[in-house]
């Protein structure tokens, strides 16, 4: 079946420095999608992308798509604490379905 | 309400009971879905509605799980006869036809003792 792997799957960052977290599929996907979930909380979501290559951006977030679709990343710069928590992609299968990656847990020291 | 409301928020358990989770979708979104997440774990795909519909089932782990959607609206996931194993968040997320994004609910908390 379809596998989505994320890395890292914790990561610690001084407030203030960057952050990246990598999502690779087993196979080719027609999008990705990035969630991120507050300790507690649910997956909310922050962004879909289709295009092979597509890169968008939300302030200081960056997300990418591959140019094969089989891998995406998150680039969050300068991180602040508001950012903590952990951040999933996800896939879509032969229907709507979406799996989700293992995720990448940030945590952010003041 | 404006979002996805579960219910109950928490439900404990005794091993061997059978258990009902309601999903109340946001309303027109005729997409829904039911994943499980163990702590430190992403969201398991368990099934997926179109309408009324079973679209897609094959994440449910076994014949002890069983959701329902009669009405295209809300849905209820069952769990027959549950174990220790059955412990985690039940989240269901709904999202409009044609855009693909999940509006998750808080999910309910399933603890078996």
């Known amino acids: 079946g379809q596998q989505v792997m994320q890395i890292p799957q914790y990561q610690h960052v001084q407030e203030g420095e960057d952050f990246t977290t990598y999502c690779n599929s087993s196979t080719t996907l027609s999008n990705i999608q990035w969630y991120k979930q507050r300790p507690g909380g649910h997956p909310v979501f922050l962004i879909q992308?289709?295009?092979?290559?597509e890169v968008k951006k939300q302030k200081r977030l960056t997300f990418q798509f591959g140019e094969a679709k089989k891998n995406s990343s998150l680039h969050i710069t300068a991180t602040q604490t508001t950012d903590v928590g952990t951040y999933f992609c996800a896939g879509p299968a032969t229907g709507n379905q979406f799996y989700f990656g293992t995720g990448t847990s940030l945590t952010v020291i003041p | 309400g404006a979002g996805v409301s579960q219910t109950p928020s928490n439900k404990v358990t005794e091993k061997g009971k059978y258990v009902e989770l309601r999903c109340d979708p946001i309303s027109g979104h005729t997409a829904l879905y039911w994943y499980r997440q163990s702590l430190g774990q992403g969201p398991e795909f368990l099934i997926y509605f179109q309408g009324t519909g079973a679209a897609d089932d094959s994440g449910l782990p076994n014949d002890r799980f069983f959701a329902v959607r009669p009405e295209g609206s809300v849905s209820t996931l069952k769990i027959q006869r549950t174990e220790r194993g059955d412990s985690a968040v039940y989240l269901c997320?709904?999202?409009?036809?044609?855009?693909?994004?999940?509006?998750f609910g808080e999910g309910s908390r399933l603890t078996v003792l």
């Open positions: 997320a709904s999202s409009h036809l044609y855009t693909g994004e999940l509006f």
């Open positions: 992308l289709v295009k092979s290559g």
